[in-house]
Protein backbone atom coordinates (compact mmCIF):
# COMPACT_ATOMS: atom_id res chain seq x y z
CA UNK A 1 0.00 0.00 0.00
CA UNK A 2 3.00 2.18 1.04
CA UNK A 3 4.70 1.94 -2.33
CA UNK A 4 1.29 2.10 -4.44
CA UNK A 5 0.82 5.73 -2.79
CA UNK A 6 4.30 6.47 -3.24
CA UNK A 7 4.26 5.84 -6.98
CA UNK A 8 0.72 7.91 -7.07
CA UNK A 9 2.36 10.50 -5.18
CA UNK A 10 4.99 10.74 -7.41
CA UNK A 11 2.74 10.57 -10.54
CA UNK A 12 0.91 13.34 -9.26
CA UNK A 13 3.92 15.47 -8.71
CA UNK A 14 5.20 14.98 -12.47
CA UNK A 15 2.25 16.17 -13.73
CA UNK A 16 1.54 19.10 -11.90
CA UNK A 17 5.53 20.06 -12.62
CA UNK A 18 4.42 19.32 -16.14
CA UNK A 19 1.18 21.00 -16.36
CA UNK A 20 3.24 24.34 -14.73
CA UNK A 21 6.25 24.15 -17.50
CA UNK A 22 3.69 23.47 -20.15
CA UNK A 23 3.15 27.14 -22.21
CA UNK A 24 -0.08 28.76 -22.69
CA UNK A 25 -2.26 28.91 -25.56
CA UNK A 26 -1.18 32.02 -27.96
CA UNK A 27 -4.37 34.03 -27.86
CA UNK A 28 -4.91 36.47 -30.48
CA UNK A 29 -7.96 39.19 -30.64
CA UNK A 30 -9.60 40.72 -33.76
CA UNK A 31 -11.51 43.32 -34.15
CA UNK A 32 -12.92 43.79 -36.94
CA UNK A 33 -16.48 45.72 -38.73
CA UNK A 34 -18.28 43.07 -39.97
CA UNK A 35 -21.44 44.85 -39.91
CA UNK A 36 -22.22 48.74 -40.49
CA UNK A 37 -21.07 50.77 -43.27
CA UNK A 38 -17.92 49.09 -43.41
CA UNK A 39 -19.14 45.56 -43.13
CA UNK A 40 -18.19 44.85 -46.97
CA UNK A 41 -14.80 45.15 -45.85
CA UNK A 42 -15.35 43.74 -42.65
CA UNK A 43 -17.05 40.32 -43.63
CA UNK A 44 -13.70 39.27 -45.67
CA UNK A 45 -11.63 40.10 -43.23
CA UNK A 46 -13.64 37.60 -40.34
CA UNK A 47 -13.69 34.84 -43.06
CA UNK A 48 -9.99 34.87 -43.49
CA UNK A 49 -9.29 34.82 -40.06
CA UNK A 50 -11.21 31.60 -40.24
CA UNK A 51 -7.99 30.73 -42.73
CA UNK A 52 -5.47 31.41 -40.24
CA UNK A 53 -2.95 28.83 -39.15
CA UNK A 54 -4.07 27.68 -35.27
CA UNK A 55 -0.72 26.50 -34.55
CA UNK A 56 2.32 28.56 -35.06
CA UNK A 57 5.47 26.23 -34.08
CA UNK A 58 4.15 24.11 -32.50
CA UNK A 59 2.17 26.32 -30.09
CA UNK A 60 -1.88 26.23 -30.21
CA UNK A 61 -3.71 29.77 -31.38
CA UNK A 62 -6.78 31.07 -29.88
CA UNK A 63 -8.69 33.41 -32.34
CA UNK A 64 -11.22 35.70 -30.25
CA UNK A 65 -13.16 37.59 -33.28
CA UNK A 66 -15.23 40.44 -31.96
CA UNK A 67 -17.12 42.89 -34.11
CA UNK A 68 -17.18 45.99 -33.59
CA UNK A 69 -20.50 47.08 -35.83
CA UNK A 70 -17.92 50.01 -37.76
CA UNK A 71 -18.11 51.92 -34.37
CA UNK A 72 -15.24 53.78 -32.47
CA UNK A 73 -16.68 53.71 -29.26
CA UNK A 74 -17.33 50.18 -29.64
CA UNK A 75 -13.93 49.24 -31.39
CA UNK A 76 -12.29 50.73 -28.03
CA UNK A 77 -14.46 48.49 -25.65
CA UNK A 78 -13.62 45.46 -27.82
CA UNK A 79 -10.01 46.03 -27.18
CA UNK A 80 -10.41 46.73 -24.00
CA UNK A 81 -12.42 43.66 -23.19
CA UNK A 82 -9.67 41.41 -25.02
CA UNK A 83 -6.78 42.44 -23.36
CA UNK A 84 -8.87 42.37 -19.70
CA UNK A 85 -11.07 39.30 -19.97
CA UNK A 86 -9.61 37.28 -22.75
CA UNK A 87 -5.89 37.94 -22.05
CA UNK A 88 -4.73 38.07 -25.47
CA UNK A 89 -1.02 38.52 -26.50
CA UNK A 90 -1.94 40.56 -29.64
CA UNK A 91 -4.81 42.18 -31.69
CA UNK A 92 -5.61 42.15 -35.22
CA UNK A 93 -7.74 45.41 -35.77
CA UNK A 94 -9.68 47.35 -36.45
CA UNK A 95 -11.20 47.47 -40.07
CA UNK A 96 -11.39 51.18 -40.71
CA UNK A 97 -8.76 53.94 -40.07
CA UNK A 98 -11.21 55.83 -37.23
CA UNK A 99 -11.65 52.69 -35.16
CA UNK A 100 -7.98 51.79 -35.38
CA UNK A 101 -6.67 55.37 -34.30
CA UNK A 102 -8.71 55.24 -31.59
CA UNK A 103 -7.57 51.86 -29.82
CA UNK A 104 -3.62 52.82 -30.12
CA UNK A 105 -4.33 54.87 -26.75
CA UNK A 106 -5.71 51.05 -25.36
CA UNK A 107 -3.30 48.85 -26.59
CA UNK A 108 -0.33 51.12 -25.52
CA UNK A 109 -1.59 51.49 -22.47
CA UNK A 110 -1.58 47.46 -22.13
CA UNK A 111 1.70 47.21 -23.96
CA UNK A 112 0.24 44.63 -26.45
CA UNK A 113 0.96 44.28 -30.13
CA UNK A 114 -1.45 45.39 -32.57
CA UNK A 115 -1.72 44.81 -36.29
CA UNK A 116 -4.12 47.07 -37.92
CA UNK A 117 -6.04 46.38 -41.36
CA UNK A 118 -6.62 50.37 -42.08
CA UNK A 119 -5.15 52.18 -44.35
CA UNK A 120 -3.99 55.88 -42.77
CA UNK A 121 -0.62 56.58 -42.30
CA UNK A 122 -1.74 58.25 -38.64
CA UNK A 123 -1.87 55.11 -36.81
CA UNK A 124 1.72 54.64 -37.57
CA UNK A 125 2.99 58.12 -38.24
CA UNK A 126 4.88 59.59 -36.48
CA UNK A 127 6.32 56.86 -34.10
CA UNK A 128 6.47 57.83 -30.64
CA UNK A 129 6.12 55.81 -27.46
CA UNK A 130 2.17 54.58 -28.52
CA UNK A 131 2.62 53.81 -31.86
CA UNK A 132 5.61 51.37 -30.94
CA UNK A 133 3.48 49.19 -30.04
CA UNK A 134 1.30 49.51 -33.51
CA UNK A 135 1.74 47.91 -36.80
CA UNK A 136 -0.45 47.81 -40.23
CA UNK A 137 -1.05 45.83 -42.87
CA UNK A 138 -2.48 47.82 -45.76
CA UNK A 139 -0.74 50.31 -47.65
CA UNK A 140 -0.11 53.88 -46.53
CA UNK A 141 -2.65 56.64 -48.82
CA UNK A 142 0.62 58.62 -49.53
CA UNK A 143 1.88 55.44 -51.19
CA UNK A 144 -1.76 55.27 -53.26
CA UNK A 145 -2.08 58.49 -53.68
CA UNK A 146 1.26 59.07 -55.45
CA UNK A 147 0.06 56.28 -57.40
CA UNK A 148 -3.19 57.93 -58.58
CA UNK A 149 -1.01 61.25 -59.23
CA UNK A 150 1.44 59.63 -61.31
CA UNK A 151 -1.21 58.17 -63.47
CA UNK A 152 -2.88 61.54 -63.56
CA UNK A 153 0.10 63.37 -65.04
CA UNK A 154 0.67 60.48 -67.73
CA UNK A 155 -3.14 61.34 -68.68
CA UNK A 156 -2.51 64.90 -69.14
CA UNK A 157 -4.84 66.19 -66.24
CA UNK A 158 -4.73 69.34 -65.44
CA UNK A 159 -7.46 69.76 -62.38
CA UNK A 160 -9.19 67.70 -60.15
CA UNK A 161 -11.62 67.84 -57.38
CA UNK A 162 -12.11 65.69 -54.59
CA UNK A 163 -14.99 64.30 -52.24
CA UNK A 164 -13.83 62.25 -49.13
CA UNK A 165 -15.58 60.62 -46.26
CA UNK A 166 -15.87 63.33 -43.24
CA UNK A 167 -13.35 61.35 -41.20
CA UNK A 168 -9.98 60.05 -40.64
CA UNK A 169 -9.83 58.21 -44.04
CA UNK A 170 -11.02 60.62 -46.15
CA UNK A 171 -8.98 63.51 -44.22
CA UNK A 172 -5.57 61.35 -44.53
CA UNK A 173 -6.17 60.89 -48.00
CA UNK A 174 -6.87 64.77 -49.11
CA UNK A 175 -3.62 65.41 -46.88
CA UNK A 176 -1.62 63.20 -48.71
CA UNK A 177 -3.24 63.87 -52.03
CA UNK A 178 -3.34 67.42 -51.72
CA UNK A 179 0.20 67.66 -51.29
CA UNK A 180 1.42 65.49 -54.51
CA UNK A 181 -0.95 66.99 -56.42
CA UNK A 182 0.56 70.40 -55.48
CA UNK A 183 4.02 69.15 -56.29
CA UNK A 184 3.16 68.06 -59.79
CA UNK A 185 1.38 71.12 -60.51
CA UNK A 186 -2.43 68.99 -60.59
CA UNK A 187 -5.09 72.11 -59.87
CA UNK A 188 -7.33 71.46 -56.90
CA UNK A 189 -10.72 72.81 -57.81
CA UNK A 190 -12.82 71.20 -55.33
CA UNK A 191 -12.56 69.83 -51.76
CA UNK A 192 -16.24 68.39 -50.60
CA UNK A 193 -16.99 65.62 -47.84
CA UNK A 194 -19.82 63.21 -46.62
CA UNK A 195 -20.59 60.54 -44.33
CA UNK A 196 -19.89 57.00 -44.59
CA UNK A 197 -24.34 56.74 -43.51
CA UNK A 198 -25.32 59.50 -46.33
CA UNK A 199 -27.97 58.90 -48.95
CA UNK A 200 -27.38 62.13 -50.52
CA UNK A 201 -24.61 64.13 -51.67
CA UNK A 202 -26.33 66.31 -54.50
CA UNK A 203 -25.10 70.08 -52.51
CA UNK A 204 -21.21 68.88 -53.04
CA UNK A 205 -21.73 66.91 -56.73
CA UNK A 206 -23.41 70.32 -57.98
CA UNK A 207 -20.72 72.34 -56.16
CA UNK A 208 -18.02 69.87 -57.82
CA UNK A 209 -19.62 69.91 -61.36
CA UNK A 210 -19.64 74.05 -61.15
CA UNK A 211 -15.50 73.74 -61.15
CA UNK A 212 -15.37 71.45 -64.38
CA UNK A 213 -12.61 69.24 -63.04
CA UNK A 214 -10.48 67.19 -65.95
CA UNK A 215 -11.01 64.25 -62.70
CA UNK A 216 -12.28 63.70 -59.73
CA UNK A 217 -11.17 61.33 -57.10
CA UNK A 218 -13.63 60.28 -53.96
CA UNK A 219 -11.93 59.80 -50.85
CA UNK A 220 -14.01 56.89 -49.56
CA UNK A 221 -13.65 52.76 -48.81
CA UNK A 222 -16.27 50.05 -49.15
CA UNK A 223 -20.04 50.67 -50.56
CA UNK A 224 -20.65 54.03 -49.58
CA UNK A 225 -17.94 55.49 -51.32
CA UNK A 226 -19.92 54.50 -54.47
CA UNK A 227 -22.35 57.35 -53.80
CA UNK A 228 -20.99 60.36 -55.02
CA UNK A 229 -19.91 58.55 -57.96
CA UNK A 230 -22.90 57.37 -59.16
CA UNK A 231 -24.81 61.14 -57.88
CA UNK A 232 -21.43 62.53 -60.33
CA UNK A 233 -22.53 60.28 -63.39
CA UNK A 234 -26.42 60.73 -63.00
CA UNK A 235 -25.85 64.65 -63.40
CA UNK A 236 -23.64 64.05 -66.60
CA UNK A 237 -19.90 64.21 -65.49
CA UNK A 238 -17.61 62.84 -67.91
CA UNK A 239 -14.42 63.57 -66.96
CA UNK A 240 -12.10 60.76 -65.08
CA UNK A 241 -12.84 58.97 -62.08
CA UNK A 242 -10.37 58.05 -59.39
CA UNK A 243 -11.53 56.13 -56.27
CA UNK A 244 -8.56 54.37 -53.61
CA UNK A 245 -8.14 51.28 -52.47
CA UNK A 246 -10.70 51.33 -50.06
CA UNK A 247 -13.15 50.01 -52.93
CA UNK A 248 -10.93 46.89 -54.21
CA UNK A 249 -13.50 44.54 -53.54
CA UNK A 250 -16.58 43.01 -55.20
CA UNK A 251 -19.72 44.29 -53.29
CA UNK A 252 -18.26 47.68 -54.29
CA UNK A 253 -18.57 46.62 -58.19
CA UNK A 254 -21.83 45.42 -56.96
CA UNK A 255 -23.17 48.91 -55.76
CA UNK A 256 -21.71 51.02 -58.28
CA UNK A 257 -22.31 49.11 -61.12
CA UNK A 258 -22.49 50.93 -64.95
CA UNK A 259 -21.33 53.96 -63.24
CA UNK A 260 -18.17 52.48 -62.42
CA UNK A 261 -16.64 51.77 -65.57
CA UNK A 262 -13.55 53.23 -66.81
CA UNK A 263 -12.63 54.01 -62.86
CA UNK A 264 -8.83 53.91 -61.87
CA UNK A 265 -7.91 53.02 -58.96
CA UNK A 266 -4.32 51.56 -56.91
CA UNK A 267 -4.73 48.70 -54.97
CA UNK A 268 -2.77 46.06 -53.44
CA UNK A 269 -1.62 43.12 -55.57
CA UNK A 270 -3.42 40.75 -54.66
CA UNK A 271 -6.34 42.21 -56.45
CA UNK A 272 -5.20 40.80 -59.80
CA UNK A 273 -2.88 38.29 -58.66
CA UNK A 274 -3.20 35.88 -61.73
CA UNK A 275 -2.88 38.52 -64.20
CA UNK A 276 0.61 39.83 -62.52
CA UNK A 277 3.66 38.70 -64.69
CA UNK A 278 4.94 35.89 -63.38
CA UNK A 279 8.58 37.76 -62.57
CA UNK A 280 6.99 39.69 -59.56
CA UNK A 281 7.60 38.66 -56.20
CA UNK A 282 4.52 38.92 -54.67
CA UNK A 283 2.22 36.68 -57.34
CA UNK A 284 3.10 33.69 -55.67
CA UNK A 285 2.29 34.47 -52.21
CA UNK A 286 -0.96 36.37 -53.55
CA UNK A 287 -2.14 33.79 -55.43
CA UNK A 288 -2.04 31.23 -52.57
CA UNK A 289 -4.09 33.61 -50.56
CA UNK A 290 -6.62 33.49 -53.60
CA UNK A 291 -6.73 29.84 -53.91
CA UNK A 292 -7.36 29.41 -50.16
CA UNK A 293 -10.04 32.09 -49.95
CA UNK A 294 -12.28 31.26 -53.30
CA UNK A 295 -12.22 27.29 -52.21
CA UNK A 296 -13.62 28.30 -48.81
CA UNK A 297 -16.36 30.92 -50.38
CA UNK A 298 -16.22 30.67 -53.94
CA UNK A 299 -14.77 32.19 -57.39
CA UNK A 300 -14.39 35.91 -57.66
CA UNK A 301 -14.97 36.18 -54.04
CA UNK A 302 -11.88 37.54 -52.75
CA UNK A 303 -10.83 41.34 -51.83
CA UNK A 304 -8.08 42.93 -50.68
CA UNK A 305 -9.25 43.70 -47.74
CA UNK A 306 -9.22 39.96 -46.52
CA UNK A 307 -5.53 40.14 -47.62
CA UNK A 308 -4.90 42.76 -44.94
CA UNK A 309 -5.86 40.13 -42.28
CA UNK A 310 -4.26 37.34 -44.17
CA UNK A 311 -0.86 39.76 -44.11
CA UNK A 312 -1.32 40.16 -40.25
CA UNK A 313 -1.24 36.09 -40.15
CA UNK A 314 1.66 36.01 -42.38
CA UNK A 315 3.27 38.36 -39.84
CA UNK A 316 2.68 36.67 -36.40
CA UNK A 317 3.34 32.82 -38.11
CA UNK A 318 7.18 35.11 -38.77
CA UNK A 319 7.57 36.65 -35.46
CA UNK A 320 5.58 33.82 -32.91
CA UNK A 321 8.57 31.67 -33.30
CA UNK A 322 11.45 34.32 -32.61
CA UNK A 323 9.41 35.52 -29.05
CA UNK A 324 8.55 32.06 -28.39
CA UNK A 325 12.09 31.64 -27.59
CA UNK A 326 11.84 34.53 -25.04
CA UNK A 327 9.42 34.07 -23.42
CA UNK A 328 5.87 32.51 -22.34
CA UNK A 329 2.79 33.40 -24.11
CA UNK A 330 0.33 34.98 -21.68
CA UNK A 331 3.18 36.84 -20.37
CA UNK A 332 4.45 40.73 -20.57
CA UNK A 333 7.49 39.11 -21.35
CA UNK A 334 6.08 37.46 -24.66
CA UNK A 335 4.07 40.51 -25.73
CA UNK A 336 7.28 42.75 -25.69
CA UNK A 337 9.29 39.86 -26.81
CA UNK A 338 6.20 39.54 -30.52
CA UNK A 339 6.62 43.34 -30.41
CA UNK A 340 9.87 43.08 -31.12
CA UNK A 341 9.88 40.31 -33.42
CA UNK A 342 7.28 42.56 -35.81
CA UNK A 343 9.64 45.71 -35.73
CA UNK A 344 12.49 43.14 -36.88
CA UNK A 345 10.58 41.49 -39.87
CA UNK A 346 12.61 41.60 -42.94
CA UNK A 347 12.15 40.38 -46.73
CA UNK A 348 8.68 38.57 -45.72
CA UNK A 349 6.78 38.36 -48.35
CA UNK A 350 2.70 38.36 -48.60
CA UNK A 351 -0.08 38.78 -50.41
CA UNK A 352 -0.06 42.36 -50.72
CA UNK A 353 3.81 42.91 -50.56
CA UNK A 354 7.54 42.58 -49.24
CA UNK A 355 7.40 43.70 -45.30
CA UNK A 356 10.72 45.23 -44.24
CA UNK A 357 9.96 46.83 -41.34
CA UNK A 358 12.13 48.95 -38.43
CA UNK A 359 11.67 50.96 -35.63
CA UNK A 360 10.34 53.88 -37.74
CA UNK A 361 8.67 52.25 -39.62
CA UNK A 362 5.82 49.76 -38.61
CA UNK A 363 4.54 49.22 -42.11
CA UNK A 364 7.41 48.29 -44.09
CA UNK A 365 6.37 48.24 -47.93
CA UNK A 366 7.72 49.39 -50.81
CA UNK A 367 6.44 50.42 -54.51
CA UNK A 368 5.87 46.84 -55.33
CA UNK A 369 2.89 46.93 -52.79
CA UNK A 370 0.81 48.73 -55.57
CA UNK A 371 -0.42 48.33 -58.94
CA UNK A 372 -3.16 50.71 -61.18
CA UNK A 373 -6.01 48.90 -61.68
CA UNK A 374 -9.12 50.37 -64.38
CA UNK A 375 -13.00 48.65 -63.49
CA UNK A 376 -13.66 47.10 -67.17
CA UNK A 377 -16.26 45.19 -67.58
CA UNK A 378 -17.52 44.96 -64.46
CA UNK A 379 -14.07 43.59 -63.43
CA UNK A 380 -10.50 44.45 -61.90
CA UNK A 381 -8.46 45.01 -64.75
CA UNK A 382 -4.75 45.82 -64.10
CA UNK A 383 -3.22 48.95 -66.03
CA UNK A 384 0.12 47.78 -67.68
Known amino acids: MKTRLSIAGVLAVLAATCAATAQADINVGVTLSATGPAASLGIPEKNTVALLPTTI ?29 NKVDVIIGSTTSPNSLAMIDVVAEAETPMLAMAASARIIDPMDAKRAWVFKTPQNDAQMATAIVEHMTNNNVKTVAYIGFADA ?4 WWNEFSKIAEVRKIQIVGNERFNRTDTSVTGQVLKILAAKPDAVLVGGAGTPAALPQKSLKEKGYKGIMYQTHGVANADFLRVCGKDCEGTFLPAGPVLVAAQLPNSNPIKKAALEYVDKYE ?4 KGTVSTFGAHAWDAGKLLVNAVPVALKKAQ ?6 RKALRDALENTKNLTAAHGVFNMSPQDHLGFDQRSRVMVKIDGGSWKLVQ
Not at 169 to 172: F, I, L
Not at 295 to 298: L, N
Open 295 to 298: AAHG
Open 57 to 85: AGQKVNYIVLDDASDTTTAVKNARKLIAE
Open 169 to 172: YGEG
Open 329 to 334: PGTPEF
